[in-house]
């Protein structure tokens, strides 16, 4: 029986700013992602961390917010309100970034981040 040799791995480092502690309630007012690295079997390359980047600031999908959540990220949330993209935008043109970064490197994109439990819940 032949092995089948798993497809290499591109790992995506991702980092989100939120203006509260859960998703919904609270707007992901911006995020950003590198890709980190190529994982093929039991060699991993290291890449360019300003090579390969997506950055998107976000329109809140609500007027909730803690202030010292929004504090973290240092944005106007007022110029957000005005001139953030809309998330639903953001994310299919994130989504369509990966899929590119991914093809190009010929590996299965692989989300890394921290704390990666937070960034997950709002991505």
Excluded: H, K
């Amino acid at each position: 029986m032949a092995v089948r040799n798993a497809r290499p791995s591109l790992y995506v480092s991702v980092d989100i700013e939120a203006d509260g502690p859960i998703p919904g309630p609270y707007s992901m007012i911006s995020f950003g992602a590198a890709v980190a690295g190529r994982q093929d079997g039991d060699s991993y390359t290291a890449a360019d961390p300003e090579r390969l980047t997506f950055y998107r600031e976000l329109r809140p999908i609500s007027d909730a917010y803690v202030p010292e959540a929004l504090a973290v990220s240092g944005l106007d949330r007022d110029r957000l309100v005005r001139e953030g993209e809309d998330p639903a935008a953001a994310m299919d043109a994130f989504r369509a970034w990966v899929r590119e970064v991914s093809a190009e490197a010929g590996a299965q994109p692989v989300m890394c981040g921290y704390p990666a439990s937070f960034d997950w819940t709002f991505l």
